[in-house]
């Protein structure tokens, strides 16, 4: 066998080895599937399918049984390349969430077709879905359980919003193999609980299908050791409750605070004006090295909404804004993934002089922003307020708190509650650890009106779902969420978009405005008959109809064609992106193969040449 070998034709065992080479690449590769330890070469430009550590540490934390189900319908994402490449990563994600579990992970994926036990179970678990055309209904969300049958839901993907893709899928992880949720107790000053008859406000029915939601009491000395608190609109909030939460902030609790210079929530009072409009929270904002202005509303004529008097006349509404992405902190976890939040009659917070704590600015105005005195924002008249705007600058409406805060009590607590059932904490005069605190300077953002109401206009429930998640998430998932992924464009896919809206976008749009006309004229001809039929035409109208409709099979017909053609280009590019990825490992290989065989007959040409020179 070796002499066979050593005789063969050199040409031979080169085309030899290349066929040996692939098949023990294709062989490693089908080893590497399989394998449920097997590790992932990730080779995308940002390692969309690489887990963080944090991702690790939770998964190496699962102990029971976690099921996700991923309810995937081809026909969704057939045609559309965002959701065809997003669907690779959630798929490719949860199959490496599988592998490092060790099994306790266990993803399924499932293809909803109509009238199919899968689409059943996509409607019990309430999973929107949409229309495909041809009566079929599309899927493309995650289900996840455990064995106690607690379950948690994402509803829908969406190819625009991928940044904090491994953080849901973690979080959903975590939550399910972790039993106990986090508590979160609320200091209500504004009724957000409701009544017995009105119920909570979508603000806490949100919050509790997230969290374990307590109520706690406006005349309290001490506050309980919850995952973080929320403190809405402390108008009449008593000394012992501002010195009880200070203290639970500075031994390491979490708060969210709504503060306002104008809070209609408040209600009338006798008199005209509303009852209780501003609420501040100090000596407490000193103490974390900030300051609010009490009396005036910020306003913003480039943010402001167009409102309509009862004159019929158009007038900008300065202090009800609508802050878009410029005024987002694209930076904060809380409002990177956030478009648009509405806020109205808001004061302006600003970081003290002396402050030793990092002040972070999460929502601001523009620089036409300025002040609106509060009586004059009171009469709710957008002329009056107009008239008594005054310019000031960029304004901040929401702020993030972290360092080292001091004590606004150094003297000790103040006289405490009789007889209350615990005795209040001990002074702390610097928090040992930095704090986390968010402030909030608007309480209407929490109104139902902010949230699904007339005027939910864009991200208030994420932004405050996030800011809660943030301040009582574990330390992993906190810094999961900080971890933004760039979401790569299809350069090529829009390059096409281009070259076909050079090449057909003026035809396309002609054919299309036709049509609309031609329907506008169809439905106009079947009007002038009672019962809307063209056989109740008379002769020169059913000419005119039968015209038009000849000519909107033709119109219809090239308008296809268009589509066609350019779909056909896509077809080729993806048809083309397929052999690529299909053989470029081999053709590599093969290079990597023909090189190596031609510097090995050099060496053995020259060591030939050597020898024949020495004879």
């Not at 079929?136 to 940044?163: H, K, M, Q, S, W």
């Not at 000053?189 to 909570?200: A, L, M, N, R, Y």
């Not at 309290?220 to 000394?239: E, G, Q, R, T, W």
């Amino acid at each position: 066998m070796l002499k066979r070998i050593q005789n063969a034709n050199r040409r031979t065992i080169a085309l030899t080895t290349i066929v040996l080479a692939i098949a023990l690449f294709l062989a490693i590769n089908l080893i590497t599937s399989l394998t449920i330890f097997g590790e992932r070469i990730d080779v995308t430009e940002n390692q969309l399918y690489t887990l963080t550590d944090n991702t690790l540490e939770v998964l190496d934390e699962v102990d029971e049984e976690v099921t996700l189900r991923l309810y995937l319908s081809s026909t969704l994402v057939a045609d559309d390349a965002s959701f065809r490449r997003l669907a690779d990563q959630v798929t490719e994600l949860l199959r490496t969430y599988e592998i490092r579990s060790g099994g306790n992970v266990n993803f399924q994926q499932f293809d909803p077709v109509p009238l199919s036990e899968e689409e059943d179970e996509v409607l019990g678990y309430g999973l929107p879905g949409f229309d495909l055309g041809n009566s079929e209904r599309g899927y493309f969300g995650l289900v996840g359980t455990n064995t106690l049958d607690d379950i948690e839901v994402i509803p829908f993907f969406d190819p625009t919003e991928t940044a904090a893709l491994e953080y849901d899928l973690t979080r959903m992880v975590s939550r399910l193999s972790n039993r106990e949720y986090p508590a979160v107790g609320v200091l209500d000053g504004i009724g957000v609980f409701g009544t017995p008859d009105s119920g909570p406000s979508d603000f806490i029915a949100r919050l509790q299908q997230e969290f374990v939601v307590e109520e706690l009491d406006l005349d309290i000395n001490n506050i309980p050791p919850y995952d973080a608190i929320v403190v809405v609109h402390p108008y009449a909030m008593i000394p012992q409750t501002r010195y009880a939460i200070e203290q639970y902030v500075m031994r390491g609790g979490r708060a969210l605070v709504f503060l306002d210079a104008l809070s209609e929530a408040g209600g009338p009072a006798q008199g005209g004006g509303l009852r209780n409009p501003d609420s501040y929270l100090e000596p407490v904002l000193s103490g974390w090295g900030l300051g609010m202005n009490r009396d005036q509303v910020v306003g913003d004529p480039e943010l402001g909404i167009t409102v309509r008097l009862s004159d019929g006349r158009l007038v900008e509404r300065l202090e009800q804004m609508i802050v878009r992405e410029e005024g987002l902190n694209r930076d904060d976890i809380v409002t990177a993934p956030l478009s648009a939040i509405g806020i109205t009659n808001p004061g302006a917070l600003y970081p003290l002089d002396d402050a030793t704590t990092t002040f972070t600015p999460l929502i601001t105005t523009t620089e036409a922003a300025g002040f609106i005195p509060q009586s004059s924002a009171t009469l709710r008249n957008p002329l009056f307020s107009l008239e008594a705007f005054e310019p000031a600058g960029l304004q901040v409406l929401a702020a993030r708190i972290t360092g080292t805060a001091r004590t606004a009590y150094p003297g000790g607590p103040p006289e405490q509650i009789p007889n209350y059932p615990t005795p209040p904490p001990e002074l702390i005069e610097e928090s040992p650890e930095p704090i986390d605190v968010i402030v909030v300077a608007d309480t209407e953002i929490l109104s139902d009106s902010h949230l699904t109401g007339n005027f939910a206009v864009g991200s208030n429930e994420t932004f405050l779902v996030n800011a809660v998640e943030d301040l009582v998430g574990s330390d992993n998932l906190t810094q999961l969420r900080s971890r933004q992924a760039e979401v790569r464009s299809f350069t090529r896919i829009q390059e096409l978009d281009r070259e076909a809206q050079e090449e057909y976008g003026e035809a396309r749009a002609q054919l299309t405005s036709e049509l609309a006309d031609i329907a506008v004229a169809i439905d106009d001809l079947l009007a002038r008959t009672p019962l809307g039929q063209p056989t109740s035409l008379p002769a020169d109208l059913r000419a005119q109809y039968d015209t038009l409709v000849a000519r909107q099979v033709e119109a219809r017909g090239e308008l296809r064609d268009i589509e066609a053609a350019i779909q056909a280009e896509f077809d080729n590019l993806r048809t083309r992106l397929i052999l690529l990825n299909i053989l470029v490992i081999p053709a590599a290989v093969i290079v990597l193969g023909l090189l190596v065989a031609a510097w090995r007959r050099m060496r053995l040409s020259r060591y030939l040449a050597r020898r024949q020179a020495a004879a």
